[in-house]
């Protein structure tokens, strides 16, 4: 193997260890797993969910005992990065070769796809893509399919065939833009037949086909093309004169972009989430804003994408935005009315795109609002039905970015066909592919900022809420704590499910903040609960002034200050919405050594009624969960309320949870995770016309028994 091999590369990342891959030797699927997590851990080599691998190693037919060629390649979905052996479909090569034999041609290759399931050799293995053809008929033990930015900018160059021929002195083939499927890979291997010796194949518009006799030799020779390339690109930068034709405005500062986005963002969803509700990612990197602010924006915006993978997340074209970077957005209808023609504009281009392409078989067609939105001076905008989705699309376009940046240094850019786009998005594999997809969670598209949520009640609830579907901001005053509850979040939910803030419900700052990272991450808010809280038990004479302003403080004035906030980012959004209160027992039944905590909690009570009085209109439901003796992970008993609801009651604290759940009509104890499924019921769709409501979660008070 290459001594100091890492040295030979500047734009890619060489990552192989000779310890780890010398303990695979002679698992040649372990090998390709090995080498596809390499590739797919440098994003300069491929994208989320794009590209594949595979390699052809002899194995025993579990039928026969004889030895057949077997191909493991990347099987339909998953990513390289994270590439298991349960991502691979594994197929007799014989057999898939053999389908050339009944193949009727590129107007019924589609159905190829079906014949691919006998070929099939372990019958636990993963579908297998529409790629799989491409790999079957090029005879190499290890071959990586791959959509570096580098290669695809000379696959969509004007001359990228020529450019391609000149840099790598005929030793990379061409083929010529065309779908994926059993006809390219038919191709591909004529490319091969007609040019033996080559190293590997760039396909128009689309990507890079690379190989080699063993894992390593494969690795190496496609580092070395996608280096390569992005050498040629880097010295032909500047050449033709300033990157998209020059800088045409200046963007806002770092901070004064965040503030424009967190502003806007929120009205932004609720244009796009006109059919479905979406979620929306943000970016200012500095190549997004080198794009959006260029002299050459508004020719090469409309182009859209090239590469397959890169057009199926972003649409056929990005949404421009005509707003000055530093626009007043404080009127929001003002700024509705700007933006309303835009995304009307918007639409009928993509329904004109619809229906001039369409065939008579086509899917109907799909939600016309924009997937990437460019705000020139700010940054990028994406939304999707999902944080990943969106996170993942804002990836694609960037890369489509560094394409276009390339492309335009050496040659000039050039996109997909229309027809071929249309082809594409509404091909019927694709269609067949999301209608496979499971069924969306009940809280899938929803933002939920539940105060208080690094532990007790609010962590439960943010818990339930992220098992349901939705996007959560985590936040606390502890900046110990939230992080703690962060890590856990993406421990068990991943990246892109949770988002975190520091939080004082009586600091209006803080609060703002917290609305500012939930636009920023999320794209704007859905459901607020009004959890964070603390508590004293004091006899009426022991009760001081300090006491009685801190419980007014962050139960009453928190919820009204959070409440606030957060109705402005509902109301942008004209989507409706929920906010949940979390009040107790204690607002309805009066007890001894309470007079500050128990008339705070009827106050919240009370305006929650208030609030869904008034709220009503905008779609916005306003609830209350009403608690009581909820022990378990509660920060509230660390307070010295226990200690005053014992002395109030005549028992030891440590009798406190027997005496609690023995005084309940059901003898039972409340647990965090009961509140968190009250608040479910509220937010789970089913109650979509309920507001102003009192949910009890008591365990059975008849005291508290409001009707």
Known sequence: MAVNASTKFKHVSYLWDDAKASALEGDEVALLIYRSNLLGADLRLT?????????????????????????????????????????????????????????????????????????????????????TPLHGFLPFKHIDHLHPDAAIAIAAAKDGKRITEELFNGTIGWVEWQKPGFDLGLKMKQCLDANPGIRGIMLGSHGLFTW?????????????????????????????????????????????????????????????????????????????????????????????????????????????????????????????????????????????????????????????????????????????????????????????INVMRGAEAISEYTSLPRQEAFNIEYWLLEEAKLQRMPKPKALSGKIALVTGSAGGIGKAIAKKFAEEGACVIINDINTERMEGAMSEFQKTFGRDTAASTLLDVTNEQTIEAAFEAAALAFGGIDIIVNNAGISTSKPLQDHTIADWDKLYDILVKG??????????????????????????????????????????????????????????????RVNTVNPDAVIADSNIWAGGWAEGRAKAYGITVEELPAYYAKRTLMNETILPDDIANACFVFVGGLLNKSTGNILNVDGGVAAAFVR
């Open 47 to 131: 994208n989320y969910g794009g590209g594949n691998t595979s390699c052809k190693a002899m194995a025993k037919d579990p039928l026969t005992g004889e030895q057949k060629e077997i191909m493991w390649v990347k099987g339909s979905g998953g990513d390289l990065g994270t590439l298991k052996r349960t991502g691979l479909a594994a197929l007799y090569v014989d057999r898939l070769r053999s389908l050339a034999n009944v193949y009727r041609g590129i107007e019924h290759e589609d159905e190829m796809v079906e014949l691919f399931n006998h070929c099939i050799y372990d019958l636990q293995s993963k579908a297998p893509s529409i790629d």
């Open 212 to 400: 080699g006799d063993t894992a390593y030799e494969s690795y190496m020779n496609t580092l070395e093309v996608i280096e390569r390339c992005a050498e040629y690109l880097e010295d032909n930068y500047g050449k033709k004169g300033p990157v998209f034709g020059g800088q045409k405005i200046e963007s806002l500062a770092p901070e004064q972009r965040r503030k424009q986005a967190a502003a806007l963002a929120p009205i932004l969803r609720g244009f796009c989430s006109s059919q479905t509700r979406m979620i929306g990612h943000f970016t200012d990197d500095d190549r997004v804003l080198t794009f959006i602010n260029s002299n050459d924006l508004e020719r090469l915006a409309p182009m859209g994408t090239s590469c397959p993978d890169h057009f199926l997340r972003t649409k056929i074209s990005p949404l421009v935005l005509e707003l000055e970077p530093n626009q007043d957005l404080s009127d929001v209808n003002s700024i509705k009315q700007s933006l309303a023609p835009h995304f009307e504009a918007y639409r009928k281009m993509y329904g004109e795109y619809y229906n001039t392409c369409k065939h008579d078989n086509s899917p109907a067609i799909r939600d016309a609002n924009p997937v990437v939105i460019i705000y020139p001076g700010v940054g990028m905008f994406t939304f999707a039905k999902d944080k990943q989705t969106a996170r993942v699309a804002n990836e694609f376009y960037l890369n489509a």
């Open 559 to 620: 919820q009204f200050l959070v409440s606030k906030a957060g109705t402005n980012i509902l109301r942008k959004q004209a989507l409706g919405g929920d906010i949940i209160n979390i009040v107790s027992k204690n607002s309805v039944v009066a007890g001894p050594n309470n007079a500050g905590y128990g008339s705070a909690k009827a106050a919240q009570a009370h305006l929650t009624r208030l609030l869904a009085a008034e709220l009503g209109a905008d779609k916005i």
